[in-house]
């Protein structure tokens, strides 16, 4: 008999593109699924969109919450409601494409008893409008690659697949963090001594979409400073890991106006890590917050 997977999606006024986010799990040619929605306290018609969706398919399960303000504890209510011996995340704006689940448990199957973890590539919207294809490569995916550059390895919420031991081995997402949690259950996955594998051809439709999260930069630094105290021992031993992360930080504090707190973790990235870009950086945020945002894209960038 082949294992159920768990689809959990957290929805937050997200009737807009809830239905089409929900009809692409449906639509997988992998069906032995359950898809848990876990509307986060929407204040729009999301309910009503996914009641008349579970009318049509007795697979689709619906929970209420009230708001908690981050990405986290829905995902942590739809894993305690969930009876898959794989776990699947997709965004509420996310679609897949129609052979993802099959070809990830693919991979799960012909490989290594100890792999925790199967992310892909994407194809990237804005609005309707395909903006580029994320393409994974085969490289170093260590705790210092990932460190590093998380955006290399595309592990986003909608990407994973995860077996059901590791998600209770590695434990509960991290309330704490709303854009980092993604990539910090990644490493704690990493530090249980875990593989992670991916795939390359583009498997989900990842929107960049509108969200407040990604404007609320005040909130952006907070969570770069809160995931680097959570790290502090790893980033001791990675400083070029150390350095990326600081120039992540200048950069929310950049776009939340903190010019001042900015200019001194880009000093901090320097010492660390003494290259052209954070230099350059520096002297532009120097000069103008407009400028430095223009040249370095930096809104995408935090993404």
């Known amino acids: ?31 032995n699924i359950e898809i848990i929605v876990v509307d986060d306290g929407s204040t729009d018609r999301t309910r009503y969109v996914v009641e008349g969706i579970q009318k049509k398919d007795k697979r689709v399960k619906y929970f209420f919450q009230q708001n908690s303000g981050g990405p986290a504890s829905p995902k942590n209510t739809g894993f305690k409601q969930s009876t898959g011996e794989y776990i699947a995340y997709l965004d509420h704006d996310d679609e897949w494409l129609p052979n993802k689940l099959e070809k990830q448990l693919a991979l799960f199957n012909d490989t290594q008893s100890n792999l925790g973890l199967i992310s892909c590539s994407a194809y990237i919207y804005e609005g309707k409008k395909m903006t580029r294809i994320h393409r994974l490569s085969k490289k170093d995916n260590s705790l210092q690659g990932l460190l590093v550059d998380s955006l290399s390895y595309f592990f986003s919420n909608s990407s994973m697949l995860i077996p059901r031991h590791v998600v209770e081995d590695v434990g509960d997402r991290d309330e704490n963090l709303s854009v980092l949690e993604d990539l910090d259950i990644v490493l704690r996955i990493l530090e249980e001594g875990y593989k992670i594998d991916f795939i390359s051809e583009p498997l989900i439709k990842y929107n960049l979409g509108d ?54 973790n880009l000093i901090k990235s320097i010492k660390n890590n003494a290259r052209i870009k954070n230099v350059a950086k520096l002297i532009l945020a120097l000069l103008s917050q407009n400028f430095f945002c223009f040249l370095f894209d930096a809104r995408k960038r935090l993404r």
């Open 1 to 31: 008999m082949s294992s159920k997977v768990s689809v959990i999606i957290p929805a937050y006024n997200s009737a807009r593109f809830i239905e089409a986010t929900i009809n692409s799990v449906l639509s997988q040619s992998y069906d």
């Open 211 to 264: 969200s407040n999260l990604s404007k609320d930069f005040n909130r952006v630094a907070q969570d770069y400073k809160i995931f680097m105290g959570k790290y502090r021992n790893l980033f001791k031993k990675y400083p070029k890991a150390y350095s990326v992360r600081l120039e992540s930080l200048a950069t929310a504090q950049v776009l939340s106006g903190n010019l001042k707190k900015a200019k001194k």
